[in-house]
């Protein structure tokens, strides 16, 4: 009898075991907010080496033909003029530097419908108050901090118009240039440093001269600070001609987690209709091996957070790195990354994001205001946010934890279909697995999220029997910016095409 007793406790104990594993109930709202460009890297100097002629990682991650799907490249925009000019700033490479390094690779992108822009380092040496492309902070400049100087300002548009005349001649119209990497940082290497009141200066009173017809559609990126910083991005959006000059508001994430600093950064730019990008952050590099799994689902945890911090474009440091997409060939960063040219964990992290959230405008869950960590080297146990994009609902979540968990998805919309993106970080299985979704009779959307997951649901909304509401619109007033259904800015939209209103709202429109 005992014996029984205790076989029916155990049976019982099982079962309620079982019956109570936790669940999280994820409601997705109809409130739409900021549409979103696009993800991609940078094709410059470093571990990218020779990046002048290898082209191979732009193949691998670039376009709907590729594995992952980028579509914005950056590039440098070198303080030389063509010519043979060797990197002395960056180290003792026998390498060029010039506007040949990242050509290249932009021709391939743009070939495959890709975003390109340029981003100075530093202007020509002979603009500067220290004569030299170099910041400054070093022995042999004497520490000189290395600025623009105010009777050269009239000529850095001229030096961008010259530097786009000779991509477009190359075969590459080149869709953005932006002002200056990191002005808030004083360095050894190429750079140059601005206050914030000195970009102001220079955007009010010089951007006029950006040749735009020459160059139609081309668009102005704010200076792209070492971290998000309202100092330098609220006096750009305060200014009514500075205003109406920048049309990408950028920076970098290097110490500013995404919601404490590029969120709060953002809120002007995307009250007039701006877009925020996110332009360089390499996260978890400094190891001395390819990063681990649960170092990708941080590096997820912070593409979904500055989705939630209202940005439509983040742009990753190299492409090519034994912590970034692409492995470099060196045995001693381990076996993972001993293969030159070869996709590492993290670029099937990005695909999530780059294949599915590319062109789709977010929307609003009832747990959006819980994300949020403090800590770039941990992760948060649990993330989510969710997308709509023609017929498809996207919701992404991010399980942290070391134990499952099941995930009740509440849509805005009746779904007929769906499939799953699964990474696991098991690279004895696919990186990305994916599956078909099973839609319950009941409608009910309950699925189980693996410990240590990225899980990208694709939803197919049923038409035939929901009534789409039209996308919320809070405000009509204030400037309105179009796109396509690609997520990319329209100068002249014609046909159908994504109408973003002044407050952050979009809605679909025939012009």
Request: with cysteine.
């Amino acid at each position: 009898m005992k014996k029984i007793f205790t076989l029916f406790l155990a049976i019982t104990v099982a079962m309620g075991s079982q019956a109570a594993k936790p669940r999280t109930v994820l409601t997705v709202n109809n409130t739409k907010k900021q549409t979103i460009t696009g993800f991609g890297g940078a094709s410059c100097f470093g571990a990218m080496e020779p990046y002048a002629n290898d082209t191979q990682p732009v193949k691998l991650l670039y376009g709907d033909e590729s594995e992952i799907g980028l579509n914005i490249l950056r590039m440098e925009i070198s303080p030389n003029f063509e010519g043979d000019v060797k990197v002395k700033e960056w180290g003792n490479w026998d390498t060029p530097y010039d506007w040949n390094g990242s050509l290249p690779s932009a021709k391939i992108v743009k070939q495959r419908g890709g975003i390109v822009f340029g981003t100075p380092w530093s202007p020509p040496g002979e603009y500067k108050t220290n004569g030299t492309s170099q910041g400054g902070n070093s022995d042999d400049q004497g520490n000189q901090r290395g600025k623009l100087r105010p009777d050269c300002y009239s000529k850095f548009f001229p030096w961008l118009n010259t530097f786009l005349k000779w991509m477009k001649d190359k075969g590459v119209a080149v869709d953005a240039v932006s002002l200056q990497n990191e002005p808030d940082w004083w360095v050894s290497y190429s750079g140059c440093l601005y206050d914030p009141q000195d970009l102001v200066t220079l955007v009010k009173n010089y951007a006029y001269m950006l040749d735009r017809e020459a160059n139609p559609g081309v668009r102005l990126i704010s200076a792209e600070p070492l971290g998000f910083n309202k100092d330098y991005t609220d006096p750009l959006m305060v200014d009514e001609t500075c205003r109406e000059q920048v049309d990408i508001v950028a920076g970098h994430l290097y110490g500013h987690m995404p919601l404490q600093y590029m969120k709060p950064a953002g809120v002007l730019p995307l009250k007039y209709g701006k877009e925020l990008w996110m332009t360089e952050h390499s996260v978890t590099d400094n190891t001395g091996a390819v990063p681990t799994w649960y170092e990708n689902l941080i590096f997820a945890e912070e593409l979904n957070e500055c989705m939630l911090s209202g940005c439509t474009g983040y742009i990753y440091w190299y492409l090519r790195a034994h912590w970034a997409f692409i492995s470099t060939g060196e045995a001693k960063y381990g076996d993972a990354n001993k293969t030159k040219n070869k996709l590492l964990p993290r670029a099937y992290v990005m695909s999530h994001f780059a294949k599915n959230v590319t062109g789709s405008t977010r929307l609003l869950t009832e747990r959006d205001a819980e994300a949020g960590r403090t800590d770039e080297g941990v992760a948060q146990d649990y993330q989510f946010s969710a997308y709509i994009k023609g017929d498809s609902i996207i919701v992404m979540a991010i399980n942290a934890t070391e134990k499952s968990r099941d995930l009740k998805i509440v849509l805005p919309y009746n779904v007929k279909s769906g499939t799953l993106w699964l990474s696991t970080g098991n690279e004895s299985e696919n990186l990305c697995q994916k599956s078909d979704l099973e839609i319950a009779e009941s409608g009910e959307l309950i699925y189980d999220m693996p410990a240590q997951s990225l899980n990208t649901y694709i939803f197919t909304i049923d038409r035939a029997s929901t009534a789409i509401e039209e996308v919320k619109q809070t405000s009509a007033d204030g400037p309105k910016t179009y796109y396509d259904l690609q997520g990319r800015r329209l100068n002249d939209p014609r046909g159908l095409c994504i109408e973003k209103s002044a407050d952050g709202s979009s809605r679909k429109v025939f012009r």
